[in-house]
Structure formats: C-alpha cells, structure tokens
C-alpha cells in the first residue's frame, strides 16, 4: 500500500508540473498552488486539511530522525567512551543529543536552497570521508 501511495504522489506530482508549467516560475511552489488551485474552490475547509496532513508527516519524520539519531550516537558513540553511568545519565545524554540533532538539522537547511544542494553536499562529504 505504501508502494501504491508514492507511486501516485510522484504521479500527482508529474501531473501538477504539467498543468501548471506556464502560471508556477518556481517549481517548489507548484504543489501549494495545485492545492489552492484544486481544493479552494470547493470551500470545504480541504486546503486546511492538505495543510495540517502535511505538517502531520513532517513532524512523523522528524521525530523519527531525532529519536534514531539520539540513540544511534547515545548508544554508539558516548556510551562506550563513558562506562559505568546510570540509565538516567543515557536518557539526559540522549535528550541532549536529539535536540542538537534538531538544531543541526535546522541549520543545515536554512543554509541552503534546494534539496539538490544538500545532496551534493553530502556526495562530497562521502566521497572525500571529512565534512564540508
């Protein structure tokens, strides 16, 4: 099912590009034109709701990324360079470390303007094994 559903958002996705080609300069903001565009109109309170699911999923992801990279790094990194600590200690260690995960995060892509620069970035970053 979850296959299907991506498969038909990218579809969606393609649609959007083509029926709004000429009207949208800036490719990124054609999904928020096709939902003012398609759902406004039928006043039903849809393009809230595009909004909040929206928001929904974003937050799902980031959650699940703060939670894994917390305990990737508490685990895997701190706990055995700091033995013999209370589970206490881990879980504030971790707590620390998911919000700099957070913070991190954010100020990685306030940094730059499209996912396509952050990817490069990484390439660059793999490929020569120190950080940019």
Not at 54 to 68: P, V
Not at 97 to 117: E, K, N, R
């Amino acid at each position: 099912m979850k296959r299907v559903c991506t498969v038909l958002w990218g579809f969606f996705a393609l649609l959007a590009v083509v029926l709004y080609h000429g009207k949208v300069n800036n490719p990124d903001l054609i999904w928020g034109y096709a939902t003012l565009d398609l759902l406004g109109p039928l006043n039903m309170g849809l393009v809230g709701l595009m909004i909040a699911c929206l928001m929904a999923a974003l937050m799902s992801t980031a959650d699940c990324i703060m939670i894994t990279g917390s305990s990737l790094l508490t685990h895997n990194i701190y706990r055995p360079l700091v033995r013999k600590m209370s589970e206490h200690h881990y879980v504030t260690v971790g707590r620390v470390v998911g919000a700099l995960v957070v913070i991190g995060g954010a100020l990685i892509a306030s940094q730059y303007d499209t996912i396509l620069q952050q990817l490069k970035l990484w390439m660059l970053w793999r490929s020569s094994g120190t950080p940019v």
